[in-house]
Nanobody
């Protein structure tokens, strides 16, 4: 049974930083892409960043490029999202997700196979 468990959310002032973690368990995640999404109240879930387990390929939404960084620790089966220069509009529940295979749309939440429970990030102005 695949489990994705996020942690690291919290309340931070604008301009501050947070690091989210996602621990994956239940199977081997080679050939998987791991993504971070977020969902603010009243809005659709949106893509934030993604990374492959086995190759150093990373992808970012334009809204976070240059401020957020996604990374992974294969030995710990953990994916991180370092968030810097946070803005109030970054406030949302952040979700970790896993996508099997290749050549799938990494920006679409419908293309992910497993999801974590989410962690709240609140940025105050």
């Amino acid at each position: 049974q695949v489990q994705l468990v996020e942690s690291g959310g919290g309340l931070v002032q604008a301009g501050g930083s947070l690091r989210l973690s996602c621990v994956a368990s239940g199977r081997t995640f080679s050939n998987y892409l791991m993504g971070w999404f977020r969902q603010a109240p009243g809005k659709e879930r949106e893509f934030v960043a993604a990374i492959r387990w086995e190759v150093p390929s990373t992808y970012y939404a334009d809204s976070v490029k240059g401020r957020f960084a996604i990374s992974r620790d294969n030995a710990k089966n953990t994916v991180y999202l370092q968030m810097n220069s946070l803005k109030p509009e970054d406030t949302a529940v952040y979700y970790c997700a896993a996508q099997r295979g290749v050549f799938r749309d990494y920006t679409s939440s419908n293309e992910y196979d497993y999801w974590g429970q989410g962690t709240q990030v609140t940025v105050s102005s």
